[in-house]
């Protein structure tokens, strides 16, 4: 699956954050650090969402755009 992300660099290096994903945001000290590591995060982002729609009053499904 692929997703948009914003990369916006500073003096730190580099902030990623994914716009479809609200909350979903990682950083890097290089370009390709913060890429890596923004892949990691959209990884926990998905497993937490999974996890919490895993109870009585909520289930998970797919929609097509």
């Known amino acids: 699956m692929k997703y948009s992300v914003l990369i916006e660099e500073s003096e730190e290096g580099f902030a990623v954050s994914v716009p479809g994903l609200p909350g979903c945001h990682s ?30 009053n909520s289930k998970l499904a797919e929609v097509e755009v």
Request: charged share 25%.
């Open 27 to 56: 950083q890097g000290t290089t370009e390709p650090e913060a890429m890596t590591n923004i892949a990691d995060a959209i990884r926990e982002y998905l497993e937490a969402v999974k996890y919490l729609s895993q109870n009585a």
